[in-house]
């Protein structure tokens, strides 16, 4: 239940930084694990980073490792996507989504998701 809407993205260069935000309504975040996604032009959507455990518990893929900080805020119902480090192949439209799976990485494992927020890294 609840809506997913997604903030932040936007076009910068590489080295840069920017701050994803997911703001939930109603009882979306009940669920166990908050995800964030990306979709690159011509390519499938992608795991980018998980957190489960009401913070406890994160997970990166390898790419965004050392550069990307997932954190949550639940009493603000509220996800973030700290990027740092920008590089032109992390241009895609970002997406968070929410899994009843306890450290769900798979897209298949997600049921709700936000419409996404395109970030654009020029080199």
């Known amino acids: 239940q609840g809506q997913l809407v997604e903030s932040g993205g936007g076009l910068v260069q590489a080295g840069d930084s920017l701050r994803l935000s997911c703001t939930a309504s109603g009882r979306t975040f009940s669920p166990n694990t908050v995800g964030w996604f990306r979709q690159a032009p011509g390519k499938e959507r992608e795991f980018v980073a998980g957190?489960?455990?009401?913070?406890?518990?994160?997970m990166y893929a390898d790419p965004v490792k050392g550069r990307f900080t997932i954190s949550i805020d639940i009493s603000k119902n509220t996800a973030y996507l700290q990027m740092n480090t920008l590089k032109p192949e992390d241009t895609a439209v970002y997406y968070c989504?929410?899994?009843?799976?306890?450290?769900?990485?798979?897209?298949?494992?997600?049921?709700?998701w936000g419409q996404g927020t395109q970030v654009t890294v020029s080199s």
């Open positions: 989504a929410t899994s009843p799976v306890w450290g769900a990485t798979r897209l298949s494992q997600y049921t709700y």
């Open positions: 957190i489960w455990g009401r913070g406890g518990n994160i």
